[in-house]
C-alpha cells in the first residue's frame, strides 16, 4: 500500500502563502528594522515595523517608538517620506500621530503609507505569488504537502496569462472563525505567471490583476482582491513586493452564482469569456458599473428596496450597450422611447433568460397575477418605479403590498442580472440558482438555461 507521501508526489505541490492569518483580522508585519522618516528636509531615524492591518478596514502601516531625537521637534502631521533601509526602499506615507510633548511624554510615531505602496520595485518578473480573503471553498484539482493532499486548486487560463489559486489546507477551520469573528483572513494563495513562461513588467501585470478583482468578486458576491502581491525574477529572488489594501470586504455569509463546494471547472471555463469582455472598449465600463451594482445589491447596501432600483441601473446600461451599440438591433432614438420594462425584456430575450416569473416565487406570481403583470421584466419594472415615483398615491399602490413580495422581486432581479451576465461572458456550464429553493443546497446546482439539456 502506497504511503501519503509517495501519493502526494504525484500531485502537484500545493503554493506555500508568503503571508498567513492565525485567526481572523491578525496584522501581518510586512517589514521590521530600521526606519527614517523624511519631511521637508526633516530626517528622523528609528527602529519599527511596516504592517497590513485589517481593521477598522485594510490598509498599511508603519510604527516606531520616539527616542531621544531633536528631529522629533520639527515633525508635524501629514505627508511624508518613509526609508525601509534594510530592503533599500521607500514610500510616501501620511504620518497621523506624534508625540505631543516630546520632551517628557512616551509615545510613537505612527502612520499609512499612500498607496501604491510598493516595498521593493524591480519590473523583469517570473511570476507573482498573491493573497486572497474570504474566498469560496471550491471543489478543485488535487494539490499536496508531504502530509495532506486535498482537492483546493483553481486554474484561469485566458490569452497569455495562466493562474493558479490554490486553498489553504486549513480553510475549513478558516472559515468557521470567519463565520464566529467576521472580517479578514486569508484563505487563498495564489501565483500568476504567462503561460509561455516569458519574463513580464508589473505594469503588463496590472491589468490582468484588476480584472482578477473583477473576476473573482463577481463569483464571490463581494469585494475580494489579489493583495499582498510578492514578485520573483527567473532565479527565484524576491525583486517587487506590493502591499497595497487594494478594495476587499469583510467576511458575509452570501450566496452568488458560484456556489460554495462547486467545480472549479465552472470559473475556469468562465473566465475567458470574461475578460475578452474585460478588454472590449465598449464593454469594459458597463462590466464594471453592473458588477458593481450586483455586488451592492448582494449586500442590501440600500436594504431590499435600493437593491431593486440599482439592479434596474444596472439592467439599463446593459441593455443600452448590447441592442444598441454592440448588436444595433435599434436605433439610440427608439431605445429611449422603450419603456424600461420592455428594454429588460429585450436583454433577457437576447440572453436566453427566461420571461416567465418562477413557479418558486410564489408572491410575486400570486401579485402579477392579481395585478395582470405578463412577465418578470415588468414585475420588476413595476415594482422599481413605485419605489422611486415621485407621486405619493402611485408609490403607495405596490409598496403598501405584502412585503415578501418585494423580497421574491429581489431575487428575481439577482437572478436575473446573474445569468445576463454569465450569458455575456458566453458561459456555458453550471451555476447555483439562488430561485431553485430546492430542499439539499447542491441540488440548486444546475446548468445555465441556454444550454440544451
Same mark, same amino acid.
Given at each position: 500500500?502506497?504511503?501519503?507521501?509517495?501519493?502526494?508526489?504525484?500531485?502537484?505541490?500545493?503554493?506555500?502563502?508568503?503571508?498567513?492569518?492565525?485567526?481572523?483580522?491578525?496584522?501581518? !508585519?510586512?517589514?521590521?528594522?530600521?526606519?527614517?522618516?523624511? !519631511?521637508?528636509?526633516?530626517?528622523?531615524?528609528?527602529?519599527?515595523?511596516?504592517?497590513?492591518?485589517?481593521?477598522?478596514?485594510?490598509?498599511?502601516?508603519?510604527?516606531?517608538?520616539?527616542?531621544?531625537?531633536?528631529?522629533?521637534?520639527?515633525?508635524?502631521?501629514?505627508?511624508?517620506?518613509?526609508?525601509? @533601509?534594510?530592503?533599500?526602499?521607500?514610500?510616501?506615507?501620511?504620518? @497621523?500621530?506624534?508625540?505631543?510633548?516630546?520632551?517628557?511624554?512616551?509615545?510613537?510615531?505612527?502612520?499609512?503609507?499612500?498607496?501604491?505602496?510598493?516595498?521593493?520595485?524591480?519590473?523583469?518578473?517570473?511570476?507573482?505569488?498573491?493573497?486572497?480573503?474570504?474566498?469560496?471553498?471550491?471543489?478543485?484539482?488535487?494539490?499536496?504537502?508531504?502530509?495532506?493532499?486535498?482537492w483546493g486548486r483553481l486554474i484561469?487560463?485566458?490569452?497569455?496569462?495562466?493562474?493558479?489559486?490554490?486553498?489553504?489546507?486549513?480553510?475549513? #477551520?478558516?472559515?468557521?472563525?470567519?463565520?464566529?469573528?467576521?472580517?479578514?483572513?486569508?484563505?487563498?494563495?495564489?501565483?500568476?505567471?504567462?503561460?509561455?513562461?516569458?519574463?513580464?513588467?508589473?505594469?503588463?501585470? #496590472?491589468?490582468?490583476?484588476?480584472?482578477?478583482?473583477?473576476?473573482?468578486?463577481?463569483?464571490?458576491?463581494?469585494?475580494?482582491?489579489?493583495?499582498?502581491?510578492?514578485?520573483?525574477?527567473?532565479?527565484?529572488?524576491?525583486?517587487?513586493?506590493?502591499?497595497?489594501?487594494?478594495?476587499?470586504?469583510?467576511?458575509r455569509s452570501v450566496h452568488s452564482?458560484?456556489? #460554495?463546494?462547486?467545480?472549479?471547472?465552472?470559473?475556469?471555463?468562465?473566465?475567458?469569456?470574461?475578460?475578452?469582455?474585460?478588454?472590449?472598449?465598449?464593454?469594459?465600463?458597463?462590466?464594471?458599473?453592473?458588477?458593481?451594482?450586483y455586488l451592492e445589491s448582494i449586500?442590501?447596501?440600500?436594504?431590499?428596496?435600493?437593491?431593486?432600483?440599482?439592479?434596474?441601473?444596472?439592467?439599463?446600461?446593459?441593455?443600452?450597450?448590447?441592442?444598441?451599440?454592440?448588436?444595433?438591433?435599434?436605433? !439610440?432614438?427608439?431605445?429611449?422611447?422603450?419603456?424600461?420594462?420592455?428594454?429588460?425584456?429585450?436583454?433577457?430575450?437576447?440572453?436566453?433568460?427566461?420571461?416567465?416569473?418562477?413557479?418558486?416565487?410564489?408572491?410575486?406570481?400570486?401579485?402579477?397575477?392579481?395585478?395582470?403583470?405578463? #412577465?418578470?421584466?415588468?414585475?420588476?419594472?413595476?415594482?422599481?418605479?413605485?419605489?422611486?415615483?415621485?407621486?405619493?398615491?402611485?408609490?403607495?399602490?405596490?409598496?403598501?403590498?405584502?412585503?415578501?413580495?418585494?423580497?421574491?422581486?429581489?431575487?428575481?432581479?439577482?437572478?436575473?442580472?446573474?445569468?445576463?451576465?454569465?450569458?455575456?461572458?458566453?458561459?456555458?456550464?453550471?451555476?447555483?440558482?439562488?430561485?431553485?429553493?430546492?430542499?439539499?443546497?447542491?441540488?440548486?446546482?444546475?446548468?445555465?438555461?441556454?444550454?440544451?439539456?
Amino acid at each position: 500500500m502506497e504511503s501519503l507521501e509517495s501519493l502526494s508526489k504525484q500531485d502537484p505541490p500545493a503554493l506555500i502563502p508568503i503571508y498567513l492569518t492565525g485567526k481572523p483580522n491578525q496584522p501581518i !508585519q510586512l517589514y521590521q528594522g530600521s526606519l527614517k522618516i523624511t !519631511q521637508e528636509g526633516t530626517v528622523y531615524e528609528g527602529n519599527g515595523t511596516v504592517s497590513f492591518e485589517w481593521l477598522p478596514s485594510p490598509d498599511v502601516k508603519f510604527l516606531f517608538s520616539k527616542s531621544n531625537n531633536e528631529s522629533l521637534l520639527k515633525l508635524e502631521l501629514g505627508k511624508g517620506n518613509l526609508n525601509l @533601509s534594510e530592503i533599500q526602499s521607500s514610500a510616501e506615507v501620511w504620518i @497621523s500621530s506624534i508625540p505631543i510633548d516630546f520632551e517628557h511624554q512616551s509615545g510613537d510615531i505612527s502612520g499609512t503609507l499612500n498607496k501604491p505602496a510598493i516595498l521593493r520595485s524591480e519590473n523583469n518578473l517570473s511570476h507573482i505569488l498573491f493573497h486572497l480573503t474570504n474566498f469560496h471553498k471550491f471543489h478543485g484539482m488535487a494539490i499536496s504537502t508531504p502530509r495532506q493532499i486535498w482537492w483546493g486548486r483553481l486554474i484561469l487560463k485566458a490569452e497569455s496569462w495562466s493562474a493558479s489559486i490554490d486553498s489553504l489546507q486549513n480553510l475549513g #477551520d478558516i472559515i468557521k472563525s470567519l463565520e464566529s469573528k467576521g472580517g479578514y483572513a486569508i484563505t487563498h494563495v495564489g501565483k500568476l505567471e504567462r503561460s509561455d513562461k516569458k519574463p513580464f513588467t508589473t505594469e503588463e501585470a #496590472d491589468d490582468i490583476l484588476e480584472a482578477l478583482h473583477w473576476f473573482l468578486s463577481f463569483s464571490r458576491g463581494f469585494r475580494t482582491s489579489p493583495i499582498l502581491l510578492v514578485g520573483y525574477d527567473n532565479s527565484g529572488k524576491k525583486v517587487w513586493e506590493n502591499c497595497t489594501s487594494y478594495t476587499t470586504s469583510p467576511w458575509r455569509s452570501v450566496h452568488s452564482w458560484f456556489a #460554495d463546494s462547486q467545480d472549479s471547472c465552472s470559473l475556469g471555463k468562465l473566465f475567458p469569456g470574461f475578460l475578452n469582455r474585460w478588454r472590449s472598449t465598449t464593454w469594459n465600463q458597463p462590466i464594471r458599473f453592473a458588477i458593481h451594482w450586483y455586488l451592492e445589491s448582494i449586500a442590501q447596501a440600500g436594504a431590499v428596496q435600493g437593491s431593486i432600483v440599482l439592479m434596474q441601473a444596472a439592467f439599463e446600461i446593459l441593455a443600452w450597450t448590447l441592442l444598441v451599440e454592440e448588436k444595433a438591433i435599434i436605433s !439610440q432614438q427608439e431605445f429611449k422611447k422603450l419603456p424600461a420594462a420592455e428594454q429588460l425584456r429585450r436583454l433577457l430575450s437576447q440572453c436566453g433568460v427566461p420571461l416567465k416569473i418562477p413557479d418558486s416565487l410564489t408572491e410575486l406570481l400570486k401579485a402579477s397575477k392579481e395585478l395582470n403583470w405578463v #412577465d418578470g421584466a415588468q414585475a420588476l419594472t413595476e415594482i422599481r418605479n413605485a419605489i422611486v415615483h415621485p407621486n405619493p398615491k402611485k408609490r403607495q399602490k405596490y409598496l403598501n403590498r405584502p412585503f415578501p413580495e418585494q423580497i421574491d422581486t429581489y431575487k428575481l432581479g439577482l437572478w436575473y442580472l446573474e445569468l445576463i451576465l454569465l450569458n455575456l461572458f458566453e458561459y456555458k456550464g453550471d451555476y447555483f440558482n439562488r430561485i431553485a429553493n430546492k430542499e439539499f443546497y447542491q441540488e440548486n446546482i444546475e446548468a445555465v438555461p441556454w444550454v440544451k439539456k
